[in-house]
């Protein structure tokens, strides 16, 4: 069944608590679950209480997703990075994976073969701390 155009999304922001209060289980399925439903994957990075996420999918979904995301108190300061339609997703296995940087190795979250694209050059220069 054709889905459309597929795009990739990149946003920064800073959620209003601590990522690990914000992360709890329970939020993680229910994000996990409506990504299934509009068939978005992607990942979630944070670091020193920011986070960076990049989201894929049928624009329409995504276009959708972002709204949601931008009428979301939970979110300061959303800046998007990035949007353009891609042939293909980065992150095709990942429902949405959330990785602490500060706390975790950073090369461990790339799938081999991702590492020369877009998303993770913007990935890296997240965690070097070259955005916010
Ligand atoms: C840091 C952060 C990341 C989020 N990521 C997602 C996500 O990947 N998918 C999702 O459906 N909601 C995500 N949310 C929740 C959305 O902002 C929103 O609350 C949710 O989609 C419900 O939107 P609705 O009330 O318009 O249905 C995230 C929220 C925060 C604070």
């Not at 597929?6 to 946003?11: E, G, H």
């Not at 993680?28 to 299934?36: D, L």
């Not at 986070?51 to 949601?68: C, H, K, T, W, Y």
């Not at 877009?118 to 997240?126: E, Q, T």
Request: hydrophobic fraction near 40%; charge should be positive; aromatic fraction near 8%.
């Amino acid at each position: 069944m054709p889905i459309g155009p597929l795009k990739q999304l990149i946003y920064t922001s800073i959620p209003n608590v601590a990522i690990q209060t914000l992360l709890t289980p329970e939020f993680v399925r229910q994000i996990q679950a409506k990504n299934r439903r509009l068939e978005i994957t992607g990942t979630l990075v944070s670091r020193s209480g920011k986070v960076m996420q990049i989201i894929e999918g049928p624009a329409d979904s995504v276009n959708r997703l972002f709204a949601s995301i931008l009428r979301d108190p939970k979110h300061r300061e959303v800046v998007l990075v990035l949007e353009r339609i891609v042939p293909e997703r980065e992150f095709p296995n990942w429902a949405m994976t959330t990785f602490d940087v500060d706390k975790q190795p950073f090369e461990n979250i790339f799938e081999p073969g991702d590492l020369r694209r877009r998303g993770s050059r913007i990935l890296d220069a997240f965690k070097r701390g070259l955005w916010l």
